[in-house]
């Protein structure tokens, strides 16, 4: 008889631990089931990351599913609403060059190619601007959404900013107090193996020996079970994605009612960029740079900088930042015998997208989804797995360098070698080449759950300047047509929407006021 899969143990209580918690527990009912059960087991002796605080809407679909209430998790986790990304002097470094990445799709995505008809009529205007209303609402600040809207539903597609140490304690939270989950604060000093190599148990001084049948790392960048215990080798992206250190710091806003920006700002640099995401109560704002094109003392510079520019001189230097050392890549397999990694023990690459969490979101709830009932079993849940998560690391990979290669940056060498033609990805160049003859469609990316689809691309693609051969025909003969109704709607929906739509900071303060309509 093939052992028998009841008792998941998670190494790790940063936000890949508890969110994986989250999902498993509340998908399998972990509370009112007997036979199976999740522990979290947490180091009281290594803290957590700390930093990773945009999201994307993936995230509203995960908490409904774990049960937590909307606006219990904004007003708990100092959250706010994020609706698109703006990349700030990406291309020419000039001061009025920049671009939207919304997460709305173009107007008549899937069904209308603006493309054409955009180069045409209105190519001076800035591809979103005509294909999205999002970017007008996050050029005045707006909520995706009013306070009669009910929980996790949008008028606006739209994710979160928040404070990732409040996250991980709300997450704890709720999963020990609702959804069943023991919550184990030890410290692994070693781990036991059976015969066959599967993992039997966690050896701890503070609770002896923790057993189970599948274990999962989320133990960050110690990556103690598939790193270092099963020494699972590690593809480094350094030689793709130059970027390798963070300095992070938290900025107070000048008021109490200063305005919430409903974006993400990355701000290119001459060694890399800075991220800028307001929170209800402050920003965390850090600078992301390459090692190779920058001293550290720099790259400080470069963060005062934007700091005291942004916020006023006597912010810029009140917290020391945070210096985090980052090892671009991925592991070669996620899912070993019987442990799988999930979040920054499976790997991780700069932040420009904020990738991360929705890679965990989606790691766990294909664990919770596809969870093996035997040992047996898990051998092909493990190779479907490591599988999927190849190809997407692949594409995030893909996706981030795009915002690289298309720079006409050339101020500093940290620009001019991004766009060597050694340090870009086969598949990125061959999809370039297609896209100098049509947009990026549907069609290029043929997985169900796609990590970026075409619409991200589109807007980096076309926000970045990238011209197509003569124009770009029109396949269809209603394209321009349906084209053009799409950029009347574009408007209309903005004008709709700026009117009807309150203020980030407005919302978020009425929420604590009295909170979103329950679903
Ligand atoms: C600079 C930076 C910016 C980022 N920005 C974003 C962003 O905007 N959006 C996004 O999606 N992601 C972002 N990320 C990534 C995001 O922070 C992580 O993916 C997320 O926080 C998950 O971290 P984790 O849980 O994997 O690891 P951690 O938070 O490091 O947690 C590790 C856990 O393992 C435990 N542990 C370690 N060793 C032991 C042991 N021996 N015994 C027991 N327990 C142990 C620790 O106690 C801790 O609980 C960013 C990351 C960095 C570095």
């Given at each position: 008889m093939s052992r028998q899969i009841n008792d998941i143990v998670i190494l790790g209580g940063g936000s890949a631990g508890w969110l994986t918690a989250g999902i498993l527990a509340a998908e399998h009912r972990v509370g009112s089931n007997s036979a199976l059960s999740v522990t979290l087991v947490e180091s009281p002796d290594v803290r957590t990351i700390g930093v990773g605080e945009g999201t994307w809407p993936s995230m509203r679909d995960t908490l409904r599913r774990?049960?937590?209430?909307?606006?219990?998790?904004?007003?708990?986790?100092?959250?706010?609403?994020?609706?698109?990304?703006?990349?700030?002097?990406?291309?020419?470094?000039?001061?009025?060059?920049?671009?939207?990445?919304?997460?709305?799709?173009?107007?008549?995505?899937?069904?209308?190619?603006?493309?054409?008809?955009?180069?045409?009529?209105?190519?001076?205007?800035?591809?979103?601007?005509?294909?999205?209303?999002?970017?007008h609402l996050c050029e005045r600040g707006r909520a995706p959404k009013q306070i009669v809207t009910p929980e996790f539903a949008a008028v606006a597609n739209y994710a979160y900013h928040l404070d990732a140490g409040k996250f991980g304690q709300f997450l704890q939270a709720f999963c020990v107090e609702k959804l069943g989950v023991r919550h184990v604060l030890a410290h692994v000093r070693a781990v036991d193996t059976r015969d066959n190599g599967d993992i039997a148990g966690l050896t701890t001084e503070e609770q002896g020996s923790i057993r189970g049948d599948l274990f999962i790392d989320c133990t960050g960048f110690a990556s103690l079970l598939l790193g270092r215990h099963y020494?699972?080798?590690?593809?480094?992206?350094?030689?793709?994605?130059?970027?390798?250190?963070?300095?992070?710091?938290?900025?107070?806003?000048?008021?109490?009612?200063?305005?919430?920006?409903?974006?993400?700002?990355?701000?290119?640099?001459?060694a890399g960029w800075i991220w800028d995401i307001g929170l209800p109560t402050r920003r965390g704002v850090g600078y992301v740079y390459s090692s190779a094109h920058s001293t550290g003392e720099a790259a400080l510079e470069s963060l005062h900088a934007y700091v005291g520019r942004t916020s006023g001189t006597a912010a810029s230097r009140a917290t020391e930042p945070r210096k985090i050392d980052i090892r671009p890549g991925y592991r070669e397999t996620f899912w070993h015998r019987n442990c799988v990694g999930v979040g920054i023990a499976a790997g991780f690459i700069e932040p420009l997208e904020a990738s991360a969490l929705a890679l965990i979101e989606m790691s766990a709830k294909m664990i919770a989804d596809d969870l093996p009932a035997t040992r047996e079993s898990m051998d092909v849940v493990s190779r479907r797995f490591n599988e999927r998560f190849r190809y997407r690391w692949g594409r995030i990979v893909d996706f981030l360098k795009l915002h690289y290669l298309l720079s006409r940056r050339s101020d500093t060498d940290f620009w001019i070698d991004n766009r060597c033609a050694d340090s870009i990805p086969e598949r990125l160049h061959e999809l370039l080449a297609i896209w100098r003859y049509r947009p990026p469609s549907v069609r290029d990316f043929h997985e169900i759950e796609e990590i970026f689809p075409a619409a991200s691309y589109q807007y980096v693609l076309y926000g970045m300047g990238f011209k197509p051969e003569a124009g770009l025909p029109e396949r269809r003969l209603d394209d321009r047509e349906t084209a053009l109704q799409c950029f009347t709607a574009t408007a209309q929906l903005t004008a709709k929407y700026l009117k009807g739509l309150p203020s980030n900071r407005e919302l978020i303060e009425q929420i604590t006021a009295h909170g979103l309509k329950r679903v």
């Open positions: 774990i049960g937590v209430a909307e606006s219990a998790f904004l007003i708990e986790c100092d959250a706010s609403f994020k609706q698109a990304s703006k990349f700030v002097q990406w291309v020419t470094g000039r001061p009025d060059d920049y671009y939207f990445h919304p997460f709305s799709p173009p107007q008549g995505y899937g069904e209308a190619n603006l493309v054409p008809a955009w180069l045409q009529a209105h190519g001076a205007h800035r591809y979103a601007d005509v294909a999205s209303f999002q970017p020494g699972i080798p590690y593809t480094s992206t350094r030689d793709v994605l130059f970027c390798d250190t963070a300095l992070a710091v938290q900025v107070p806003y000048a008021n109490s009612d200063s305005p919430i920006a409903s974006h993400t700002l990355a701000t290119a640099q001459s």
